[in-house]
Each structure stands twice: as C-alpha cells, then as structure tokens.
C-alpha cells in the first residue's frame, strides 16, 4: 500500500508574477516542513511550474525531486488573453469589472499584500467557467485535455509501484481532479474541490492495488494562524 500527499503549493505572487512564492507562501511551505519532518517519502513528485519546485524545494529540502509536467496547473493567464475579449463582448457587467481588475493591478504596483492578488473575484470565475464549459473557439489546452492530464499523471504515479509515503506537489485543480477521481466525479464538479483548497494543504490518497480512496482532502494542521490560511 501507498499513500499519496497531494500538496498544494505556497501562496503565490502577485497577478502579473503569479509563477512564484510570495513570502507568505514561503513561510506556509517552512510550517509545512516542520510539520512533516517526521514523515519519509520514498519518492517526491512535482509539477514544472516554479511555484510547485519551490514549494518542494521548501518543504522537503535535499529530496530527490522528479520533476513531471503532467501535475501542472492549467494557464490561466492564457485564458484570459483569449477569453477576457469574448466575455466582455457579451458580457457588458464582466468588462466592467475586468477594467477595474486592470487598474487595481496597476495601482498595486506588486503589492503582495493588496486585495486584488489574493482573492478569487468574479471575473475569474467567469473565465475559468466559460474555458471549462468550451464556451468559445481556444487555441490551448480544453479543460477536457486537461482532466485527461492529470488523470494520466496520476495514473503514471499508481503504476510506479511505490510503497509507502509519495509526496506529489501541485496546485488546487490537479488535486480537485485527482480527488473528483477517486469519487468518480467526471465533470466540472472537479471545479469545486479545487475552489476551497488552501495554500499547502494536504490532500492524501490511499492506493492499494487498483483501489484509491480518498482519505484526508485540504488539511492545513500546519497553519495554526488564521492569515496563514490563503486561497491565493
């Protein structure tokens, strides 16, 4: 039997440098460390994405990382550049708010702090809906190739046989997949899982044979303080 611990990487930057640790983020994943110094993995798994390396980096530090692209998040930046225009064209409350968003970014000036880097608003919401719905014509990767993705990568990680404890560090959608799959959950539900999950949490799956169960999903007892808890 293995266990995986599916981990989800530190807060991140701001909006314009979402691809890194903020230093909030790096102090979640050294809370992380701590919490698991106790705990041997027998392998380390994580996405390509700087954000995912560097929380591995933090919390497992002089582990033999194998780096899988496949644990990836989805580009929501693209997303946006191809969807942002269709929304707002058909969605005059949506460009509204898009607008502001922009000037909210500007103004920050990278603030890691401000309001706008560090909450889910509307009009992301909208965005990732109309991409998981296939709303409009995108060049990049469907939310369908997506679910495919990880799905594979999970499969990938089952079939290496190992035994005992498998750390995999990813993000809040490559987890809300994996967890929606052992529920077989096979829509945008996954969507949902993903939402509510916290920055370094800990969601652990339980593979014995070709049976995965999903046993703990978003566990923070790491983050005791209530402004380590972030969603983004």
């Known amino acids: 039997m293995s266990i995986l611990y599916l981990v989800r990487h530190g807060q991140a930057g701001t909006r314009e440098n979402y691809d890194s640790l903020s230093d909030v983020g790096r102090a979640q994943a050294r809370l992380l460390s701590e919490h698991l110094r106790e705990t041997h ?5 994580s996405g390509s994405l700087a954000r995912q390396q560097a929380t ?22 693209r997303v946006y550049r191809e969807f942002a225009p269709h929304l707002a064209h058909d969605d005059e409350q949506f460009r509204i708010e898009y607008e502001e ?31 998981v719905e296939g709303r409009y014509e995108y060049s990049g990767e469907s939310w369908t190739a997506f679910v495919e993705r990880i799905r594979g990568s999970l499969a990938r990680v089952i079939e290496a046989a190992h035994e005992g404890n498998v750390a995999v560090f990813t993000s809040a959608t490559p987890i809300g997949v994996s967890a929606a799959r052992t ?35 978003n566990a923070t007892p790491h983050l005791s303080e209530a402004r380590l808890r972030t969603f983004r």
């Open 41 to 45: 993995f027998t392998a380390v798994y």
């Open 56 to 77: 591995a980096a933090e919390v497992l530090p002089g582990a033999n990382i194998i780096v899988e692209p496949g644990w990836d998040e989805f580009d929501l930046s």
């Open 101 to 131: 968003m922009q000037r909210e970014i500007a103004e920050s000036r990278g603030a890691q702090d401000a309001p706008v880097h560090r909450k889910w608003n509307d009009c992301d919401r909208k965005c990732v809906r109309a991409w």
């Open 183 to 217: 529920l077989e959950i096979a829509d945008g539900r996954a969507m949902w899982l993903a939402a509510v999950m916290f920055n370094t949490s800990v969601t652990t799956l339980r593979v014995h044979g070709d049976e995965v169960r999903l046993f703990t999903m």
